[in-house]
């Protein structure tokens, strides 16, 4: 399997396993588990939301090339970085 992003947390998905399920029980390339279950976000906060929420996990707060940033380096970062995934894009 390629690697793939999850297009509502930016999750790097590079096992089958971590694909979210559509409601017929097949595999959505496009979400994660953790985000897509049986065709349905598991969640319905905003992106802002989801933002603070992965800025909550010490492991998160790194750059592209693995150095240690700050929560707030981070949080900019995904601001940035979620609007141009598929759930957050707008119209």
Known sequence: M???VCQSCGMPMT???QLGTNGDGTSNADYCVYCYK???FTSEETMDEM???SAEY???????KGNRITKEEFIASMK??????KRW???
């Open 58 to 64: 010490p492991e998160s707060l790194q750059d592209e």
């Open 2 to 4: 390629n690697e793939n």
């Open 51 to 53: 933002i603070e929420a």
């Open 15 to 17: 096992a089958k396993e």
């Open 80 to 85: 940035a970085y979620f609007p141009t995934l």
């Open 38 to 40: 049986d065709g349905n």
């Open 89 to 91: 894009k707008s119209n």
